[in-house]
């Protein structure tokens, strides 16, 4: 479903933020990315969307090529989900709005469709209720879940994750986290990028480990872990 073939990744002429890293989630795959702070995690799934171009190298998913001029970006980012750390929901919109946008702008869906859509996805995720507020008024557990189903609204393909849970309170952590089980359990091909290891173990297939922009172990989690 993603497949990342030798991609090296430079911010500016002189700093080289992905090194040839080549890996792969297959569909229904769930891969965690692990590693130190600045070894190129968040980059590296920014790469797969097209949120940040690469120098060189290929990432196709689903057959199409993500570093090809041709590529219609916004269908693409469509199709592939993004989470990240802090919710970037819309702060002027309110949250059933936040939800049919995107819907509405990229899918060409309309506004009854969204809306129809947007519910479901707000009761799936436990904020049927707050579907008239506006972000701020929720918490930052609520506002993340309403990032994951704003992004299921689109009905990606697969869905990126970016330290979904870092900025949160730990409390609200299992609520957000609790959301991505399921979605896994679903087969919903997920990569993410976290350092919650209860997570891994629980539902990744494979976990990737990143040090200064290098994939340097890519195992099967039970490797990985080192027990069976
Ligand atoms: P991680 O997600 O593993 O913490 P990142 O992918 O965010 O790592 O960053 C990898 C490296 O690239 C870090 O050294 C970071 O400072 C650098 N970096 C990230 N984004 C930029 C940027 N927009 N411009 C320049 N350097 C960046
Ligand atoms: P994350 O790892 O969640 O992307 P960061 O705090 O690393 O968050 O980065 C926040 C923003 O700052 C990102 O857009 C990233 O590209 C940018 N950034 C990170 N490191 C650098 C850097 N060394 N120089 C310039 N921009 C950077």
Same mark, same amino acid.
């Given at each position: 479903m993603i497949e990342i073939s030798h991609v090296d990744k430079w911010y500016g002429p002189s700093f080289q933020a992905l090194k040839d890293c080549s890996t792969g989630v297959a569909r229904g795959e769930v891969v965690v990315v692990c590693g130190?702070?600045?070894?190129g995690k968040s980059t590296l799934i920014k790469c797969v969307n097209a949120l940040e171009p690469f120098q060189s190298g290929e990432i196709i998913v689903d057959g199409i090529k993500v570093n090809d001029p041709r590529t219609d970006l916004p269908k693409l980012r469509a199709r592939v989900g993004m989470v990240f750390?802090?919710? @970037? $929901?819309?702060?002027?919109?309110r949250i059933i709005d936040n939800l049919c946008l995107a819907q509405e702008k990229v899918l060409g869906r309309s506004h009854d469709e969204a809306v129809a859509k947007a519910s479901k996805l707000l009761d799936r995720v436990g904020l049927?209720?707050?579907?008239?507020?506006?972000?701020? @008024? $929720?918490s930052g557990g609520q506002q993340q879940r309403v990032a994951i189903a704003r992004a299921l609204a689109m009905d990606p393909i697969a869905m990126l994750f970016d330290e979904p849970t870092s900025a949160l309170d730990p409390e609200m952590i299992s609520e957000v986290l609790d959301v991505m089980v399921d979605l896994a359990r679903e087969g919903m091909t997920m990569m993410v990028v976290t350092h919650e290891m209860g997570f891994a173990s629980k539902v990744a297939h494979r976990v990737i480990f990143m040090d200064q922009g290098e994939i340097v172990e890519d195992a099967l989690k039970i490797d990985f872990f080192g027990s069976p």
């Open positions: 130190p702070s600045g070894s750390q802090h919710f @970037e $929901l819309f702060p002027h919109l049927k209720e707050q579907a008239r507020k506006y972000p701020a @008024e $929720l």
